[in-house]
C-alpha cells in the first residue's frame, strides 16, 4: 500500500480512497517502535472493515504497528473524515477514515495519554522499509493460531518501558496537545467515538 512518495525522514500514509492522507515526521527506529500484533482486537478491527489484504501482513498474519510520539503523525488532508470506535470495554480508541473505512491508528481514550500507533500497511511501501527496517518483535503470537512463523516474540511490558519515555517527552514539552487527533483544549477525541456491540459486529470473521 502506498501514501505517495515520501522524502528525508517522514513516512507517508493515506487511507483507501486517498481523501485522509498525512505523514509520520522523523520516523525511524529510535524514534518510534515498529511492531507487528497478533491480538484478537487488531484482526477484529481489520476485519471488520474489510481490509485485512491492506492492514494485515500476508507473510505474519499480523498487523505491522509503529508507534510514535503522538505530535510526529501529521495530518495534511481529511482531517474533518476521522472517525473512532472503542471494539471493547478497554480504553483503546480505533481510528479509521470514515470516508472509505479504512482502519488507521490506535491512540488511547483520550490524549492524556498520549502515543499513536499507525498502521502500516497504510504507509509508502519504498519509505517504510528505508525508515522503519525490520520488526522489532510480535506481540500476543499466543493469540493468533494462524501464526505459524513470527520472529522474535516481544512483551507488552518491555514495549511499555520504551513508550514510556516518549510519553514523558510529550507531557513535560506539552506535545501531547499538539495530536491531530485531540483538541488541544481539553484532550478529548476530534470525533466522538462510537462503541460496537455484538449486533454491529456479528458480521465479522
Given amino acids: 500500500m502506498t501514501g505517495g512518495a515520501g522524502s528525508g525522514s517522514d513516512l507517508p500514509f493515506s487511507c483507501r480512497c486517498g481523501a485522509v492522507k498525512g505523514v509520520i ?8 517502535d515498529f ?16 481490509a485485512g489484504d491492506r492492514v494485515m501482513d500476508e507473510q505474519d498474519a499480523g498487523t505491522p504497528l509503529y508507534q510514535s510520539r503522538c505530535a510526529r ?12 470506535i472503542h471494539l471493547t470495554e478497554e480504553a483503546t480508541l480505533r481510528w479509521y477514515a470514515g470516508c472509505c473505512d479504512t482502519p488507521l491508528f490506535n491512540s488511547y481514550k483520550n490524549g492524556k495519554i498520549p502515543y499513536v500507533t499507525t498502521l ?11 525508515l522503519l527496517g525490520e520488526p522489532i518483535g510480535h506481540l500476543f503470537v499466543d ?3 494462524a501464526c505459524t512463523g513470527a520472529g522474535r516474540r516481544l512483551s507488552m ?3 511499555m518501558r520504551r513508550f514510556f519515555v516518549r510519553m514523558v517527552k510529550d507531557i513535560v514539552s506539552g506535545d501531547r496537545r499538539r495530536s491531530a487527533l485531540f483538541d488541544p483544549e481539553t484532550l478529548e477525541p476530534v470525533s466522538t467515538p ?6 454491529t459486529t456479528a458480521h465479522v470473521g
Fill in 143 to 145: 493469540d493468533d493460531p
Fill in 157 to 159: 511490558n518491555t514495549l
Fill in 25 to 32: 515526521e522523523r520516523a525511524g527506529p529510535l524514534e518510534g
Fill in 120 to 130: 502500516v500497511g497504510n504507509c509508502d511501501a519504498g519509505a517504510r522499509t528505508r
Fill in 35 to 50: 511492531v507487528v500484533c497478533h491480538c484478537t482486537d487488531c484482526q477484529t478491527f481489520a476485519n471488520r472493515f474489510d
Fill in 73 to 84: 503523525m501529521r495530518i495534511e488532508s481529511g482531517r474533518d473524515r476521522l472517525r473512532c
Fill in 194 to 199: 462510537t462503541r460496537l456491540t455484538k449486533e
